[in-house]
Structure formats: C-alpha cells, structure tokens
C-alpha cells in the first residue's frame, strides 16, 4: 500500500494558501473546506511550510486571540515539514509521521506537491486493508466436519 493508493481515492487538488495571508482568514479557509491543515506555498508547487489546527492552537496560547488574528499564516506556520512521495509505502509514512508528530504530510513528485495526506486517511486505509485480509483468511479456514 502506497501514498497513490490515497491520493487515487480522494480529490487531488492540494488547498494552498499564501505565506502573508493573515491567520483570521486561513481559520475561515480550513473551517470552509473542512480541512486540518494547509500547505503554504506562494506558486502551488514548492513547499514553504504547513499550518495546522495545532499551529493554531499554540499560537492562541502565546499571542491571545486580539494578537493572533492579524499575524500572518509565516508568523505561525511550521517551516520544518516532512514531504513524502506518492510511491512511498504508508507504513514508512505512518512511522515518520509519528515520530514528527506530524497529522498532516505534503506529497510531493518531481514536479513538486501533488497531494496531502492525513494520519487518519492512513489509519483507515491500513484498517480496511487488515479487516479485508482477515476477512479473505477466514473464508479460506476449513472447519473439519462442517
């Protein structure tokens, strides 16, 4: 099971926003298109960082909400973030993203993001996987005298 097998499954279009954007309106953003995090990118294709639900929350922590909502989406975001590739394994995924505590990773190919991925798509997608590989194991057991 790969990143593809993910990204196959749900819409492809990656919801970008822009370094200088304020906090206020990336919160509308992710709250409107139902979304934990948002990849920031100035072009779409090269990535800059990641803001998050968690970002959000710290940042409200330590600035107040009257200091918050005029920062920009740069101020918050988190510079450091962990790409994969859509023929990635999701095991591999799933271990780093764990040990970043990371719930959000950009996908990017060669010609740059193409995707995002959620620990949750990649827990279900494992879920389902096991529960359709126990179910295929079940089928093929033979009870004597039945």
Do not use: F, Q, W
Request: aromatic share 0%; hydrophobic share 40%; with cysteine.
């Amino acid at each position: 099971m790969t990143v593809e097998g993910i990204l196959k499954r749900k819409d492809r279009g990656v919801i970008t926003i822009e370094g200088d954007t304020p906090v206020g309106a990336a919160i509308c953003i992710m709250r409107h298109r139902h979304v934990g995090a948002l990849v920031v990118s100035h072009n779409g294709y090269d990535v800059e960082g990641l803001i998050c639900e968690r970002d959000l929350i710290r940042a409200l922590k330590s600035h107040g909400i009257n200091r918050l909502m005029p920062m920009t989406v740069a101020d918050i975001m988190c510079r450091e973030v962990a790409s994969c590739r859509p023929d990635e394994d999701l095991r591999r995924v799933m271990t780093r993203m764990s040990a970043r505590r990371a719930h959000h990773m950009p996908v990017v190919n060669d010609n740059g993001l193409c995707g995002i991925v959620s620990m949750a798509e990649i827990v279900d997608r494992r879920l389902v996987k096991a529960e359709k590989d126990a179910a295929s194991l079940c089928g093929s057991i033979s009870v004597p005298g039945k």
